[in-house]
């Protein structure tokens, strides 16, 4: 090896053994703490950098060296999956109203670890808790079309909201222009064969095994894991960062979807703005491009009036059948 080796060899040594060790801390951190979908995130993106460093470090690197780091950076990532995991919200089959006979109480509410669950009877409509920290859910449904009807009321005006276990559904949650409702966050998980229209999410949108569905959102921030065959139409001034997904195809948010005035003045709503195409693949970092996402062509996207957001539509599976990436 050349001197220049050894003093590359040194150099990144020195800069990757202090950042591996500084996340390591980071990690054990969230571990003992509360993980923030941002702090996960925030710890995800530096090991990518690291990952991307080993790999242009590869050319000076000798084989027994790249073989220990490659071992730390898989530590690293095996331990943020199981964080992940951790963190991600349970899934339940919906949000319960606390009975009116109980007594109230001024201790936080119980985490769900902790929580006494209720009997699982399917209630005739999903129901929002009371907590004003649990937001708005809807989960355990197929073959529906789904509005925000479909949320018990009254709620708040600003609400995360969180999705999961969908089957062969369309999800239309845009409001009336008189309506005052806002999404602050959005969680989905363990969807497939459905299209999901929502308005301009004034926070994070992070998603979780989605299959073969359409997702159309405006968010700051956009993060999907475990996905194949989407097609996300989204307004982001950020970066959408996706991993550990295949065939995911991005267009921007159709203009056609924008119901109020917050929609047209967002720091999202202008083109010039968005970064639908900015797509981060933190399960591809190399200098070529990733081959789990594309742009959505022109001649694939859906057109502005066979978006299903008539809630008269009686056939949910055909209309499906039109919209979805893989078609039936």
């Not at 929580?115 to 197929?142: K, N, R």
């Not at 064969?193 to 095994?209: E, Y």
């Not at 999907?224 to 550990?244: G, L, Q, R, W």
């Not at 003045?265 to 990733?290: C, G, M």
């Given at each position: 090896m050349?001197?220049?080796?050894?003093?590359?060899?040194?150099?990144?040594?020195?800069?990757?053994q202090?950042?591996?060790?500084?996340?390591s801390?980071?990690?054990?951190?969230l571990?003992?703490?509360?993980?923030?979908?941002?702090a996960i995130?925030?710890?995800?993106?530096?090991i990518?950098?690291?990952?991307?460093?080993?790999?242009d470090?590869?050319?000076?690197l000798?084989?027994?060296?790249?073989?220990?780091v490659?071992?730390?950076?898989?530590?690293?990532?095996?331990?943020l999956?199981?964080?992940?995991?951790?963190?991600?919200?349970?899934?339940?089959?919906?949000f319960?109203?606390?009975?009116?006979k109980?007594?109230?109480?001024t201790?936080?509410?119980a985490?769900?670890?902790?929580q006494?669950?209720?009997?699982?009877?399917?209630?005739p409509?999903d129901v929002?808790s009371?907590?004003?920290?649990?937001?708005l859910?809807?989960?355990?449904?197929s073959?529906?079309?789904?509005t925000?009807?479909?949320?018990?009321?009254?709620?708040?005006?600003a609400?995360?909201?969180?999705?999961s276990?969908?089957?062969n559904?369309?999800?239309?949650?845009?409001?009336?222009?008189?309506a005052?409702?806002?999404?602050t966050a959005l969680?989905?998980r363990?969807l497939s064969n459905?299209?999901?229209?929502?308005p301009i999410?004034t926070?994070?949108?992070l998603?979780?095994?989605?299959?073969?569905?359409v997702?159309?959102?405006?968010?700051?921030?956009?993060r999907?894991?475990?996905?194949?065959?989407?097609d996300?139409?989204?307004?982001?001034a950020s970066?959408?960062?996706?991993e550990?997904?295949?065939?995911?195809?991005?267009?921007d948010?159709?203009?056609s979807?924008?119901?109020?005035?917050a929609d047209?003045?967002?720091?999202?709503s202008s083109?010039?703005?968005?970064?639908?195409?900015?797509?981060?693949?933190?399960?591809?970092?190399?200098?070529?491009?990733?081959?789990?996402?594309?742009a959505?062509?022109?001649e694939a996207?859906?057109?502005?009036?066979?978006w299903?957001?008539?809630s008269a539509?009686?056939?949910?599976?055909?209309t499906l059948?039109e919209l979805l990436?893989?078609?039936g």
């Amino acid at each position: 090896m050349s001197e220049t080796k050894q003093e590359l060899t040194q150099q990144y040594y020195a800069r990757n053994q202090a950042a591996i060790s500084e996340l390591s801390s980071q990690l054990e951190s969230l571990r003992s703490g509360p993980a923030t979908p941002e702090a996960i995130e925030k710890v995800a993106f530096e090991i990518a950098k690291l990952r991307k460093e080993f790999s242009d470090a590869i050319t000076f690197l000798p084989s027994y060296d790249q073989r220990q780091v490659d071992k730390q950076l898989k530590d690293l990532e095996g331990q943020l999956e199981s964080l992940r995991t951790a963190a991600a919200p349970k899934t339940k089959f919906a949000f319960k109203r606390k009975a009116a006979k109980a007594a109230p109480t001024t201790s936080p509410p119980a985490t769900e670890s902790t929580q006494t669950t209720p009997p699982a009877v399917p209630p005739p409509a999903d129901v929002q808790s009371t907590a004003p920290t649990s937001g708005l859910s809807i989960s355990g449904h197929s073959n529906s079309y789904l509005t925000l009807s479909s949320l018990s009321i009254p709620w708040s005006s600003a609400s995360d909201l969180t999705i999961s276990d969908l089957d062969n559904c369309i999800v239309n949650f845009l409001p009336s222009p008189d309506a005052d409702v806002t999404f602050t966050a959005l969680h989905a998980r363990n969807l497939s064969n459905t299209v999901l229209v929502l308005p301009i999410i004034t926070g994070s949108a992070l998603l979780h095994d989605m299959k073969n569905c359409v997702i159309a959102l405006g968010s700051r921030q956009f993060r999907m894991h475990t996905s194949s065959d989407v097609d996300v139409y989204i307004s982001i001034a950020s970066n959408p960062i996706i991993e550990h997904c295949s065939a995911i195809r991005f267009a921007d948010y159709p203009a056609s979807l924008r119901r109020s005035p917050a929609d047209n003045t967002d720091e999202t709503s202008s083109k010039s703005n968005s970064n639908y195409l900015a797509v981060q693949d933190f399960s591809h970092i190399r200098a070529t491009p990733s081959p789990n996402w594309s742009a959505l062509p022109a001649e694939a996207a859906i057109r502005d009036d066979q978006w299903p957001l008539n809630s008269a539509v009686d056939d949910v599976l055909s209309t499906l059948a039109e919209l979805l990436p893989v078609r039936g």
